[in-house]
């Protein structure tokens, strides 16, 4: 009884209806938010989307970055921060706890770096930040639906500053080599698999077109955009064993950075993917 008044409420605030929910698969848990501390999650069905604290409405794939962020970011109250949302528990958590933190949408119908009801519009192919603006990013699930997903990476290493850290989620598919699945050509994409669309569900509207399915190759994706050191870390799971894999990158190789732990080869969970000798 408590899971469904829990859901319940939780589908009140972001208007799903039950249709979006799996019935048997429906649970209450407690446990610890990253963005809100003790907590109670709901379970609406069995993926990492469908998991939500009822005290944030965060995911399990954003608080999955939270736990990453508190461990590699101890000092977020120092650091400028560049985050590809501007809503959501990740935003609002950054914006109360980041010295500064630059929020933005993608907009098809207004120029980049124009602000439009206080969200400033960006497109992380072609970012209107000056070099070297932040010390810190983060994105969850954007670069499988960027058409130039290495463009894409190479402006968000030029943003950052040279002992910065990039900190995001991905769908990763298990396999060692990414899967591309769209390309852009002449103003129009061509399809080199069956298209595929995602969609969160819990917000419903129409599904954006996944370009590719990332495996492990995405590090050498970062490495050639110009970071020193990257790895795929599992941070602990926030409940029914739920949450995302996240990717982290690193633009120095020192271990001194604003009080940044460093990840070693055999560190902790992670996978870590770079220079030798790490």
């Not at 190479?154 to 769908?171: C, K, Q, S, W």
């Amino acid at each position: 009884m408590l899971a469904l008044d829990n859901a319940t409420r939780l589908m009140k605030r972001l208007r799903i209806t039950w249709t979006q929910v799996s019935l048997d698969e429906v649970a209450c848990a407690f446990g610890r938010c990253p963005f809100c501390g003790p907590s109670a999650f709901v379970r609406l069905y069995a993926d990492s989307v469908g998991v939500r604290c009822i005290r944030c409405f965060a995911t399990a794939v954003h608080m999955s970055l939270g736990f990453a962020l508190r461990s590699h970011v101890p000092n977020l109250d120092a650091c400028s921060v560049c985050e590809l949302s501007a809503r959501g528990p990740l935003a609002a958590h950054l914006a109360r706890h980041a010295r500064s933190v630059a929020l933005s949408e993608y907009f098809t119908d207004i120029s980049l770096g124009a602000v439009r009801g206080g969200v400033r519009c960006e497109d992380v192919q072609h970012l209107t930040y000056a070099d070297a603006s932040f010390d810190v990013v983060t994105h969850t699930e954007v670069l499988e639906h960027v058409p130039d997903d290495r463009r894409a990476l190479a402006e968000l290493r030029r943003v950052l500053r040279a002992d910065g850290i990039m900190l995001f989620t991905v769908p990763l598919h298990g396999r060692v080599r990414t899967l591309e699945r769209a390309r852009p050509c002449a103003g129009s994409i061509v399809h080199l698999q069956p298209p595929a669309y995602h969609r969160d569900p819990l917000r419903g509207g129409a599904g954006i077109l996944a370009f590719r399915d990332y495996g492990v190759d995405i590090v050498e994706r970062l490495l050639a955009a110009g970071f020193t050191r990257a790895w795929v870390e599992s941070p602990p799971k926030v409940a029914w064993d739920h949450g995302r894999n996240v990717v982290i990158a690193r633009c120095s190789d020192t271990t001194g950075w604003r009080g940044h732990r460093q990840v070693g080869r055999h560190a902790g969970r992670g996978v870590p993917v770079g220079l030798p000798g790490g």
